[in-house]
């Protein structure tokens, strides 16, 4: 394994919550950020949420207040909780760590 991994996606309805896990087996942190991205079909990818490399950690607007980043429970793991999910939080969502990206995971919001 050279690249994060990333799981937790999957079918949710609207208002519940998903946690997503991302596995940093090289540990790609210690010379980078971390951050998440979603791509819903048909739009650009975007950034959801970061740490960058000093530690500072931002939201998107439309997650801000939703969405939380943090250190994973397991050693050089890293997560996104994800609050009070909408139909447009729909996407696949990728992990990034340093310049290294996993291969994304699908979340659907639907009822």
């Known amino acids: 394994q050279v690249q994060p991994v990333e799981s937790g996606g999957g079918l949710v309805q609207p208002g519940g919550s998903l946690r997503l896990s991302c596995e940093d087996s090289k540990n790609n942190f210690e010379f980078g950020s971390v951050a998440w991205y979603r791509q819903a079909p048909g739009k650009q990818r975007e950034l959801a949420a970061e740490i960058s490399w000093t530690g500072r950690i931002t939201y998107a607007d439309s997650v801000k207040g939703r969405f939380t980043i943090s250190r994973g429970n397991a050693k050089n793991t890293w997560s996104l909780e994800m609050n009070d999910l909408k139909p447009a939080d729909t996407a696949v969502y990728y992990c990034?760590?340093?310049?290294?990206w996993g291969q994304g995971t699908q979340v659907t919001v639907s009822a």
């Open positions: 990034k760590i340093a310049t290294c």
